[in-house]
C-alpha cells in the first residue's frame, strides 16, 4: 500500500492509497469526521454509508411509529 504525497493528496479520501478497505466511491468523496464514542472519531466512508453504486447516499426513510 502507497503513502499520498502530502503536498499532492488524491482526489476523494486521502487515505486511499493505503486502505485494505477502499472502495470505488473513495475516489471521488471526502469522507466526513463521524464520531464513534467518546474521544473517538473516523473519516471513513464505511461508517457514513449506504452508498448507492453511483456513490449516492439513499434519502432516509421516515419511520412509521
Given amino acids: ?34 464520531s464513534l464514542g467518546e474521544n473517538h472519531t473516523v473519516r471513513c466512508l464505511l461508517y457514513e454509508g449506504p452508498f448507492d453504486e453511483r456513490g449516492v447516499q439513499p434519502e432516509s426513510q421516515p419511520v412509521n411509529a
Wanted: aromatic content about 2%.
Fill in 1 to 34: 500500500l502507497a503513502i499520498s504525497i502530502l503536498t499532492d493528496p488524491p482526489v476523494g479520501c486521502r487515505f486511499l492509497p493505503r486502505c485494505s478497505q477502499a472502495m470505488d466511491i473513495c475516489r471521488t468523496i471526502v469522507p466526513q469526521v463521524t
